[in-house]
């Protein structure tokens, strides 16, 4: 059975970081895409990065401050988040779907999701 276990969030004061990790079980990662999306207290989900082994990274969202990585050994995808601001508050899921990223970060052409992990930013 396919599942996805984001872990690492919390709450960290503006300017710090903090690593994501979403733990893939079930599945070959080479054969998906994953990525990360987040999603604020009555806002929509907002796509933030995707990773593949036919793309490399995409970033949708957030340019400059996050990073995604992959550790297929592990079966693992990251999302480092650097210099957070209150506005990076949300709850972050990952997400995966065959193959590819997309060129648009729709959630709804992703198959598989996490549960969440919340990350709160605030002094």
């Known amino acids: 059975q396919l599942q996805l276990v984001e872990s690492g969030g919390g709450l960290v004061q503006p300017g710090g970081s903090l690593r994501l990790s979403c733990a893939a079980s079930?599945?070959?990662?080479?054969?998906?895409?994953i990525g990360w999306f987040r999603q604020a207290p009555g806002k929509e989900r907002e796509g933030v990065s995707c990773?593949?082994?036919?793309?490399?990274s995409m970033d949708y969202s957030v340019k400059g401050r996050f990073t995604i990585s992959r550790d297929n050994a592990k079966s693992t995808v990251y999302l480092q988040m650097n210099s957070l601001k209150p506005e990076d508050t949300a709850v972050y899921y990952c997400?995966?779907?065959?193959?590819?990223?997309?060129?648009?970060?729709?959630?709804?052409?992703?198959?598989?999701w996490g549960q969440g992990t919340q990350v709160t930013v605030s002094s």
């Open positions: 079930g599945f070959a990662l080479d054969n998906y895409a």
């Open positions: 990773i593949s082994s036919r793309d490399g």
């Open positions: 997400a995966a779907r065959h193959y590819s990223c997309s060129d648009l970060p729709i959630p709804g052409i992703y198959d598989y």
